[in-house]
C-alpha cells in the first residue's frame, strides 16, 4: 500500500508537508511528478512549486537523489524494501485546479502535488491528514478509520479535497446516487433553490445515459470575495471556484448552475468517453489529442442544453447562452485560419491564452456550436427519433464501459449510425477544414424555427472602424482589430493606446468623441511604444464587427415547430 501524509504547519508560509511512502523491489526507483492535469490539456510544470525534496530508506537513512527531469527524480533502492519521500509544495493559488493552504483550509488537488512510481501505480492509496481537528474535510475519498483512501494512484489524482472548518454542506438523491454540495468560503447558500435546480438536471443526465459512471459524486464550491470562474471536472467530484460572494445567488446564480451542469456532464464525457490518446493517461508528457472539440465542446452544448431541457433554464436565458457561443465564434478571426480539430491538438501550444492574433479557435466556442449543429442535423435525418444524446449514449456503453478510448472515426460512425447519412463533408468542412460556419448555422437555426441576427455593434470603433479596445485611464487600448477593416487598413497595431481623436484628447470617451465626428475624417492620436504620432483611418462604405442574437422566428411554420419540439425533447 502507498501512504501519503499531508500537513499544514505554519499555513502563514503556505507550504503544505507532504510524506508519501513507495514499497520497492527494484535497484533503482524513479520518482515522477505529473506533468499536467486532466481538464486542462497543456504543461504545467508543478515541480517549480516544491522544496527541500528528500528521500529515506526503511532504516530512516537519506539516500541520494538524482533529478532526471524537470519534474522525476531517480534513488538506488537496492538496499531498501520501501522509501520515504518528503517534501513541501507551495500552495498559494486558489482556483479550481491548484493547491491551496492559509489558515482556514487544506485544499489539494493531489495531480499537483503528489509523487508517484510507476510499480506502485495500481497498489491502494492510504491518505493521512494532519489537520486542526474541528476540521471537516470534503472530497469523494473514502473514510477509512481515522484516515482515507482511495483504489490507486490514478484515482488519487483524481480526488481532490477540502479540509476546512467552514465547510456548509447538503446533499440530494437521483437514480439511487447521492449527490453532495459543498461550499467553501463565505456565501449564504439558498439551499431549497439550489437543490431543486440541481437535481432537475442531475435527473434528466442520468435519464439521457441511462446509468452514472459512479456510485457517490461530490460539487466541491470554492466561493471566493473576488471575481472568478473556474470548473475542474473529476470522476467523482468536480471543483468549481466562483466569486464575488455576494453575487453567486444573484448575478452569479446562473452561472454556477451552467458550470455546475457543465461538470456533471464531463463525468461520461471525458472521464469515461475519453480520447484513445488519453486511455490512460500519460502523466510524463503531452497527451495530444485532436478531440478537444468533443470533450470540452460538447460538453458545454449538452451542459446548456439540460438546463434547458430540464426546465432550469428558461427559453431566454438558453437563447442567451448560444448567442454568446455564436457572438464569440465570429469575434475571432482565427476561424478563417485553422481547424477546431488543429485547435484541439495545440491546446498543448496555447490553447489557454489568447496567443498570436487570428491564429486558433477555441474548442469550448467552435465545438459547441458543431455539436448544436451535429445536434439537429441529426435529428432531421432521423427525423427526430435520434439525437447527439443517442450518440454519446452509444460512445458511453459500447467504447467507454469496454475499457476503450475514442477516436475521431468512433465519433463520425456513430453519428453516422444515428443520422443513417454520412457526415462526411461535415468533418472535412467544419471539423478538420477552415469552412465559414454562416451557410450551416443559419440552416440548423431555421430548421427549428429560430433565426441568426446581426447588426452593426453600437461601438463606433467596432462596428464602423473595426477595432475593440480596451479602457485604460483616460486612453485605450487597441486588442483587436477586424480583419480588412478601417483600422487595419490604416496601420493600427495591437497595443497602440489611443489618447485622441481628432485633436482632441479621449478623456476616457472614445466612442463618444467617434459618434461626435461621425462625418469626419478621424484622426487618431496614438502612443506607440513611447513613439508619438497621428494615423488617420480610411472610410470604408461597409461595417465590421457584428453584434449577434439568436431568437425564435415570429412565424414558424408546421414543420419547425414540431422540428424545435423533437430537439428539445
Given at each position: 500500500?502507498?501512504?501519503?501524509?499531508?500537513?499544514?504547519?505554519?499555513?502563514?508560509?503556505?507550504?503544505?508537508?507532504?510524506?508519501?511512502?513507495?514499497?520497492?523491489s527494484?535497484?533503482?526507483?524513479?520518482?515522477?511528478?505529473?506533468?499536467?492535469?486532466?481538464?486542462?490539456?497543456?504543461?504545467?510544470?508543478?515541480?517549480?512549486?516544491?522544496?527541500?525534496?528528500?528521500?529515506?530508506?526503511?532504516?530512516?537513512?537519506?539516500?541520494?537523489?538524482?533529478?532526471?527531469?524537470?519534474?522525476?527524480?531517480?534513488?538506488?533502492?537496492?538496499?531498501?524494501?520501501?522509501?520515504?519521500?518528503?517534501?513541501?509544495?507551495?500552495?498559494?493559488?486558489?482556483?479550481?485546479?491548484?493547491?491551496?493552504?492559509?489558515?482556514?483550509?487544506?485544499?489539494v488537488?493531489?495531480?499537483?502535488?503528489?509523487?508517484?512510481?510507476?510499480?506502485?501505480?495500481?497498489?491502494?492509496?492510504?491518505?493521512?491528514?494532519?489537520?486542526?481537528?474541528?476540521?471537516?474535510?470534503?472530497?469523494?475519498?473514502?473514510?477509512?478509520?481515522?484516515?482515507?483512501?482511495?483504489?490507486?494512484?490514478?484515482?488519487?489524482?483524481?480526488?481532490p479535497?477540502?479540509?476546512?472548518?467552514?465547510?456548509?454542506?447538503?446533499?440530494?438523491?437521483?437514480?439511487g446516487?447521492?449527490?453532495?454540495?459543498?461550499?467553501?468560503?463565505?456565501?449564504?447558500?439558498?439551499?431549497?433553490?439550489?437543490?431543486?435546480?440541481?437535481?432537475?438536471?442531475?435527473?434528466?443526465?442520468?435519464?439521457?445515459?441511462?446509468?452514472?459512471p459512479?456510485?457517490?459524486?461530490h460539487f466541491?464550491?470554492?466561493?471566493?470575495?473576488?471575481?472568478?470562474?473556474?470548473?475542474?471536472?473529476?470522476?467523482?467530484?468536480?471543483?468549481?471556484?466562483?466569486?464575488?460572494?455576494?453575487?453567486?445567488?444573484?448575478?452569479?446564480?446562473?452561472?454556477?448552475?451552467?458550470?455546475?451542469?457543465?461538470?456533471?456532464?464531463?463525468?461520461?464525457?471525458?472521464?469515461?468517453?475519453?480520447?484513445?490518446?488519453?486511455?490512460?493517461?500519460?502523466?510524463?508528457?503531452?497527451?495530444?489529442?485532436?478531440?478537444?472539440?468533443?470533450?470540452e465542446?460538447?460538453?458545454?452544448y449538452?451542459?446548456?442544453?439540460?438546463?434547458?431541457?430540464?426546465?432550469?433554464?428558461?427559453?431566454t436565458?438558453?437563447?442567451?447562452?448560444?448567442?454568446?457561443?455564436?457572438?464569440?465564434?465570429?469575434?475571432?478571426?482565427?476561424?478563417?485560419?485553422?481547424?477546431?480539430?488543429?485547435?484541439?491538438?495545440?491546446?498543448?501550444?496555447?490553447?489557454?491564452?489568447?496567443?498570436?492574433?487570428?491564429?486558433?479557435?477555441?474548442?469550448?466556442?467552435?465545438?459547441?456550436?458543431?455539436?448544436?449543429c451535429?445536434?439537429?442535423?441529426?435529428?432531421?435525418?432521423?427525423?427526430?427519433?435520434?439525437?447527439?444524446?443517442?450518440?454519446?449514449?452509444?460512445?458511453?456503453?459500447?467504447?467507454?464501459?469496454?475499457?476503450k478510448?475514442?477516436?475521431?472515426?468512433?465519433?463520425?460512425?456513430?453519428?453516422e449510425?444515428?443520422?443513417?447519412?454520412?457526415?462526411?463533408?461535415?468533418?472535412?468542412?467544419?471539423?478538420?477544414?477552415?469552412?465559414?460556419?454562416?451557410?450551416?448555422?443559419?440552416?440548423?437555426?431555421?430548421?427549428?424555427?429560430?433565426?441568426?441576427?446581426?447588426?452593426?455593434?453600437?461601438?463606433?470603433?467596432?462596428?464602423?472602424?473595426?477595432?475593440?479596445?480596451?479602457?485604460?485611464?483616460?486612453?485605450?487600448?487597441?486588442?483587436?482589430?477586424?480583419?480588412?477593416?478601417?483600422?487595419?487598413?490604416?496601420?493600427?497595431?495591437?497595443?497602440?493606446?489611443?489618447?485622441?481623436?481628432?485633436?482632441?484628447?479621449?478623456?476616457?470617451?472614445?466612442n463618444?468623441?467617434?459618434?461626435?465626428?461621425?462625418?469626419?475624417?478621424?484622426?487618431?492620436?496614438?502612443?506607440?511604444?513611447?513613439?508619438?504620432?497621428?494615423?488617420?483611418?480610411?472610410?470604408?462604405?461597409?461595417?465590421?464587427y457584428?453584434?449577434?442574437?439568436?431568437?425564435?422566428?415570429?412565424?414558424?411554420?408546421?414543420n419547425?415547430?414540431?422540428?424545435?419540439?423533437?430537439?428539445?425533447?
Amino acid at each position: 500500500m502507498v501512504q501519503f501524509t499531508f500537513g499544514c504547519k505554519n499555513p502563514n508560509l503556505q507550504y503544505v508537508q507532504i510524506a508519501a511512502i513507495f514499497d520497492t523491489s527494484s535497484d533503482v526507483t524513479e520518482i515522477q511528478l505529473p506533468s499536467w492535469r486532466p481538464g486542462r490539456y497543456e504543461l504545467a510544470n508543478f515541480a517549480k512549486n516544491i522544496r527541500n525534496f528528500r528521500v529515506f530508506d526503511d532504516t530512516n537513512s537519506v539516500l541520494h537523489v538524482i533529478k532526471l527531469t524537470k519534474d522525476s527524480w531517480s534513488v538506488e533502492t537496492a538496499l531498501t524494501k520501501s522509501i520515504r519521500v518528503e517534501y513541501n509544495f507551495y500552495a498559494n493559488e486558489l482556483n479550481a485546479g491548484s493547491t491551496f493552504l492559509d489558515n482556514t483550509q487544506l485544499y489539494v488537488n493531489p495531480v499537483n502535488c503528489c509523487v508517484f512510481t510507476e510499480a506502485t501505480y495500481n497498489e491502494e492509496v492510504e491518505v493521512i491528514l494532519d489537520i486542526p481537528s474541528e476540521w471537516q474535510v470534503a472530497s469523494s475519498l473514502t473514510k477509512k478509520g481515522a484516515n482515507w483512501c482511495v483504489e490507486n494512484t490514478e484515482e488519487l489524482l483524481d480526488t481532490p479535497f477540502i479540509a476546512s472548518s467552514k465547510l456548509q454542506h447538503q446533499s440530494y438523491e437521483c437514480a439511487g446516487i447521492l449527490f453532495h454540495v459543498w461550499f467553501n468560503g463565505e456565501v449564504k447558500p439558498e439551499w431549497d433553490r439550489l437543490i431543486n435546480d440541481f437535481k432537475a438536471f442531475t435527473e434528466l443526465q442520468i435519464a439521457r445515459f441511462t446509468e452514472f459512471p459512479v456510485q457517490e459524486y461530490h460539487f466541491l464550491n470554492q466561493i471566493l470575495p473576488v471575481k472568478t470562474y473556474h470548473g475542474v471536472e473529476h470522476q467523482k467530484s468536480t471543483v468549481i471556484s466562483l466569486g464575488p460572494s455576494y453575487e453567486v445567488f444573484k448575478s452569479l446564480y446562473v452561472e454556477l448552475l451552467g458550470v455546475s451542469s457543465h461538470e456533471l456532464y464531463h463525468t461520461w464525457n471525458v472521464k469515461a468517453i475519453r480520447p484513445i490518446e488519453m486511455y490512460p493517461y500519460k502523466f510524463r508528457e503531452e497527451n495530444y489529442s485532436k478531440l478537444g472539440y468533443i470533450c470540452e465542446g460538447v460538453t458545454t452544448y449538452q451542459g446548456d442544453l439540460m438546463l434547458y431541457k430540464s426546465g432550469v433554464y428558461d427559453e431566454t436565458q438558453y437563447l442567451k447562452e448560444i448567442t454568446q457561443q455564436v457572438q464569440r465564434h465570429f469575434d475571432n478571426p482565427g476561424r478563417f485560419h485553422y481547424s477546431v480539430a488543429d485547435s484541439s491538438f495545440d491546446t498543448w501550444l496555447d490553447g489557454y491564452v489568447q496567443g498570436v492574433p487570428g491564429r486558433k479557435v477555441s474548442i469550448y466556442t467552435e465545438g459547441c456550436l458543431l455539436a448544436f449543429c451535429t445536434d439537429v442535423l441529426i435529428s432531421r435525418a432521423s427525423d427526430g427519433k435520434n439525437g447527439l444524446d443517442t450518440v454519446m449514449r452509444r460512445l458511453y456503453f459500447d467504447i467507454a464501459l469496454k475499457g476503450k478510448g475514442i477516436s475521431e472515426k468512433d465519433y463520425q460512425s456513430a453519428i453516422e449510425e444515428s443520422a443513417g447519412i454520412s457526415f462526411q463533408p461535415f468533418f472535412d468542412s467544419f471539423i478538420n477544414g477552415t469552412r465559414p460556419y454562416e451557410s450551416i448555422l443559419i440552416d440548423c437555426f431555421e430548421s427549428i424555427g429560430l433565426e441568426m441576427d446581426h447588426t452593426p455593434s453600437s461601438k463606433y470603433s467596432e462596428g464602423r472602424l473595426g477595432f475593440k479596445a480596451l479602457k485604460s485611464g483616460n486612453d485605450f487600448i487597441v486588442k483587436a482589430m477586424y480583419p480588412g477593416g478601417p483600422a487595419e487598413m490604416g496601420e493600427l497595431m495591437l497595443e497602440d493606446i489611443i489618447t485622441g481623436i481628432n485633436g482632441y484628447s479621449c478623456e476616457g470617451e472614445l466612442n463618444k468623441w467617434l459618434n461626435y465626428f461621425d462625418d469626419d475624417v478621424k484622426i487618431l492620436s496614438i502612443n506607440r511604444g513611447g513613439r508619438v504620432f497621428e494615423i488617420e483611418l480610411p472610410i470604408l462604405d461597409r461595417n465590421s464587427y457584428m453584434t449577434y442574437t439568436v431568437r425564435k422566428m415570429e412565424n414558424r411554420d408546421v414543420n419547425q415547430v414540431r422540428a424545435f419540439d423533437k430537439w428539445k425533447r
